[in-house]
């Protein structure tokens, strides 16, 4: 921390940073080299060694998890980050660990405290449909809320192909197995099947249609439906077979195809994995 603040970083800094004396330091700075945690740079900067660093990012962790467990039990920031400070170096990696697991789960089943910003949480890819297909009015409302993704300087570069013909979507549910090298239908039986397009004279394109892609699954969710992310669009409708599909629906050799985002009544309740570690990197 010290280091992303001030860019190098002497043992006069440490003192004054945690209010001991020079010697002080310089006698525990003399114990962390002899023991392979910091090293001394040509201009005599102190550096962490990777052993060192492995060391402060889990006490790091540590000070950002216990800090945040008080705060959230009530304690006043000041003073979770001082008691963080000193639990985070007692604490068996065992007890820090089942802290945090039991944190992390309650703080899934309590929920963000904002039903928008939960639901984006709770979105999932959906890989089992119900037969039924899309009512008109939410598949319009869906759509709509593609049309709104933000765009590159505005230009609304993309466009999304419809396909609800159980014929249509087998045809490119089998151009996409063949692209695959697989044998079943990667639309897991999606009765809808929206394929978002990129402008290739676009320098923006993919971006713009990826953001559409988002926009529509989280609308989805919102909606009721399931919704997935289907790979290999870009192949699909760059095979012979595929342009020729294009032609006839009217698109030309411009639209590359960026993802199908299939959609229907979900018939299974899919469940997020835990989050990974260091998802977030937060400069102070
Ligand atoms: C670019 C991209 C391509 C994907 N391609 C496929 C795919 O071809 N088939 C599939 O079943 N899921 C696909 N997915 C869905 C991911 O597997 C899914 O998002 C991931 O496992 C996380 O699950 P969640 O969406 O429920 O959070 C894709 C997702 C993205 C973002």
Same mark, same amino acid.
């Given at each position: 921390?010290?280091?992303?603040?001030?860019?190098?970083?002497?043992?006069?800094?440490?003192?004054?940073?945690?209010? #001991?004396?020079?010697?002080?330091?310089?006698?525990?700075?003399?114990?962390?080299?002899?023991?392979?945690?910091?090293?001394?740079?040509?201009?005599?900067?102190?550096?962490?060694?990777?052993? =060192?660093?492995?060391?402060?990012?889990?006490? @790091?962790?540590?000070?950002?998890?216990?800090?945040?467990?008080?705060?959230?039990?009530?304690?006043?920031? +000041?003073?979770?980050?001082?008691?963080?400070?000193?639990?985070?170096?007692?604490?068996?990696?065992?007890?820090?660990?089942?802290?945090?697991?039991? #944190?992390?789960?309650?703080?899934?089943?309590?929920?963000?405290?904002?039903?928008?910003?939960?639901?984006?949480?709770?979105?999932?890819?959906?890989?089992? @449909?119900?037969?039924?297909?899309?009512? /008109?009015?939410?598949?319009?409302?869906?759509?709509?809320?593609? &049309?709104?993704?933000?765009?590159?300087?505005?230009?609304?570069?993309?466009?999304?192909?419809?396909?609800? +013909?159980?014929?249509?979507?087998?045809?490119?549910?089998?151009?996409?197995?063949?692209?695959?090298?697989?044998?079943?239908?990667?639309? #897991?039986?999606?009765?809808?099947?929206?394929?978002?397009?990129?402008?290739?004279?676009?320098?923006?394109?993919?971006? /713009?249609?990826?953001?559409v892609m988002g926009n529509l699954m989280n609308?989805? @969710?919102?909606?009721?439906?399931?919704?997935?992310?289907? +790979?290999?669009?870009?192949?699909?409708?760059?095979?012979?077979?595929?342009?020729?599909?294009?032609? &006839?629906?009217?698109? /030309?050799?411009?639209?590359?195809?960026? =993802?199908?985002?299939?959609?229907?009544?979900?018939?299974?309740?899919?469940?997020?994995?835990?989050?990974?570690?260091? @998802?977030?990197?937060?400069?102070?």
């Amino acid at each position: 921390m010290l280091q992303q603040r001030t860019g190098s970083v002497r043992s006069i800094d440490i003192a004054a940073e945690m209010g #001991y004396s020079k010697p002080t330091i310089s006698i525990a700075m003399r114990r962390l080299r002899e023991n392979g945690y910091v090293e001394y740079d040509e201009h005599k900067d102190i550096k962490l060694t990777d052993r =060192g660093r492995e060391v402060a990012e889990r006490i @790091y962790e540590r000070h950002l998890v216990l800090t945040e467990v008080l705060k959230s039990l009530g304690v006043d920031e +000041n003073e979770a980050v001082k008691e963080a400070c000193k639990i985070e170096h007692d604490i068996s990696a065992d007890s820090f660990n089942k802290i945090k697991e039991f #944190y992390n789960n309650m703080k899934d089943a309590m929920g963000t405290g904002n039903p928008g910003l939960q639901g984006l949480i709770n979105r999932r890819s959906v890989r089992k @449909y119900k037969p039924q297909q899309v009512d /008109d009015a939410t598949l319009e409302a869906v759509l709509e809320v593609g &049309k709104y993704a933000p765009t590159a300087k505005g230009t609304q570069s993309p466009l999304m192909l419809v396909l609800q +013909n159980p014929e249509d979507i087998a045809e490119v549910s089998r151009l996409n197995a063949s692209v695959a090298g697989s044998s079943g239908d990667p639309f #897991y039986g999606a009765p809808t099947v929206v394929t978002v397009f990129a402008d290739r004279d676009n320098p923006n394109g993919i971006q /713009d249609a990826s953001l559409v892609m988002g926009n529509l699954m989280n609308a989805a @969710y919102f909606a009721g439906l399931g919704s997935c992310w289907i +790979n290999r669009a870009k192949e699909v409708f760059e095979s012979p077979e595929g342009r020729e599909l294009k032609k &006839k629906w009217g698109l /030309d050799d411009k639209w590359i195809g960026v =993802g199908h985002c299939i959609l229907g009544y979900a018939d299974e309740e899919p469940v997020a994995k835990p989050r990974k570690d260091r @998802y977030v990197i937060k400069i102070d």
